[in-house]
């Protein structure tokens, strides 16, 4: 399996050909909308989608048979299933008849091949009604033929090799079929899609999910047969329109299932799925860009750039908590306590500010491991630091915090809440009964 460069266990959906190395979209620069960059050398990048990174053909089989129970499929389920049972018992002429079922059969096969096109870019829905009746004779037409030509090459195989050889042929182009009608859809040219070289290839792409698909095939094949000779032909009406709805339902998953064999192998068949490549290259905010950045960075060991890099955004976004925590974790992590020094006060701030006051206890005791001496130099940090510190059940940092806070800031006006708090912490502390009186008498000045 196929990963990125930082993340092991998760599938690449970018290439830098420049650095030669691959990524997920996890770390990637989407600064610009409809591009993603390097962030080792700011190229630009080529969408990757690797067939490990689409989920499996085979845990798709449940969402295939819910592929047809869509409002537009449902419809042209039905609606062909019923004009091509009316037609058919119609007197209307041998070859009138015969031109409109034709059309009906064009429509149902371009219908289906349409399904196939549609998946194959990663469109997991079936096509609009509209688009049933566009080029129908034209696909029609050009399917005759691929068949008249295998028939003819058949006969001519059959006459110089013997009927044995021409079996074993036979037998061998039911199982690559699915390939060439695949071919087809990719191609849109009839040569092509008849060239072993194109269908035996894409078959060597696909490897062992092609077999996993021919089996699928197999079995709605013979379920088609099962159920349509379970119905009957006893009220011929009703039994073709059952019959008929039953064998489109099943080609429509069938066809599909090829195409999502080509979506799930577009990057080594040569592919382009534009609904993927949209929804990989959408434009992320500044911030997510910078976090991305940082965990690249990280992984790669550029503490320094790490530290630049988290500057420069909060200073760019000063109300954005993302940012703000994840500065303060990497400074916690790598024990950076200079910036920490500085950064503290300004992050304990925004905590308030942002009403983030549930962070602030937990948060404090890892900077207190790092810095003890740590004093906030803003009056209302002490405050709310001490509070928190007392209800988390440490009273004597809580009065650490309060003392002498009426000398250094007279003008705070909280004093009263301060020291009220401070007096109720040292009650809690054994032998504080003096400085708790002192408390008390300071308080009483406060108020008066």
């Not at 819910?66 to 041998?94: C, D, E, K, M």
């Amino acid at each position: 399996m196929e990963s990125c460069k930082y993340h092991p266990d998760t599938s690449p959906n970018f290439r830098c050909d420049a650095c030669v190395d691959d990524f997920c979209t996890q770390c990637v620069d989407h600064s610009v909308e409809g591009e993603a960059r390097c962030f080792q050398c700011g190229g630009l990048l080529r969408v990757r989608i690797p067939a490990d990174s689409v989920e499996p053909l085979s845990k798709r089989l449940k969402k295939a048979f819910i592929y047809p129970l869509n409002r537009n499929a449902i419809g042209f389920i039905i609606g062909l299933s019923v004009i091509t049972t009316v037609l058919s018992i119609l007197p209307i002429g041998g070859l009138l008849q015969f031109i409109a079922l034709m059309f009906c059969s064009g429509v149902a096969v371009n219908y289906s091949f349409l399904c196939l096109k549609a998946t194959s870019v990663g469109h997991m829905e079936p096509p609009t009604l509209s688009e049933a009746v566009e080029g129908s004779f034209s696909i029609l037409i050009r399917l005759f033929a691929m068949f008249v030509l295998i028939g003819i090459g058949l006969s001519l195989l059959g006459g110089v090799l013997g009927p044995i050889a021409a079996i074993l042929v036979i037998m061998t182009l039911i199982v690559v079929l699915p390939a060439i009608l695949m071919s087809f859809a990719m191609t849109d040219n009839l040569v092509e899609a008849l060239n072993p070289a194109n269908f035996f290839g894409l078959i060597k792409a696909t490897g062992l999910r092609y077999w996993v698909l021919i089996i699928f095939l197999f079995i709605m094949v013979s379920s088609v047969s099962l159920l349509s000779a379970v119905i009957g032909d006893e009220q011929h009406a009703l039994s073709a329109i059952v019959q008929s709805s039953i064998s489109s339902y099943y080609s429509m998953v069938e066809f599909h299932l090829m195409g999502y064999l080509l979506y799930q192998h577009q990057e080594r068949l040569g592919l382009s799925s534009h609904d993927a490549e949209d929804k990989l290259l959408r434009a992320a905010t500044p911030a997510s860009v910078a976090l991305a950045h940082v965990n690249l960075c990280l992984k790669a060991g550029e503490y320094s750039r790490v530290f630049s890099i988290l500057h420069h955004a909060v200073a760019s976004d000063p109300k954005n908590t993302r940012l703000w925590q994840r500065y303060f974790d990497v400074l916690c992590k790598l024990e950076n306590k200079p910036t920490l020094r500085k950064l503290a006060d300004r992050y304990f701030h925004h905590l308030l500010e942002s009403g983030q006051t549930f962070r602030m206890l937990k948060d404090a005791r890892r900077l207190q491991t790092l810095l003890p001496d740590y004093m906030p130099e803003y009056p209302h940090i002490r405050y709310h630091l001490a509070n928190e510190y007392f209800g988390g059940g440490d009273a004597k940092t809580a009065v650490q915090l309060l003392s002498g806070l009426h000398k250094q800031f007279p003008d705070y006006g909280r004093l009263v809440d301060a020291y009220t708090l401070m007096k109720q912490a040292l009650e809690t502390l054994p032998g504080m009964e003096v400085q708790a009186g002192k408390c008390q008498a300071l308080l009483d000045r406060l108020k008066a």
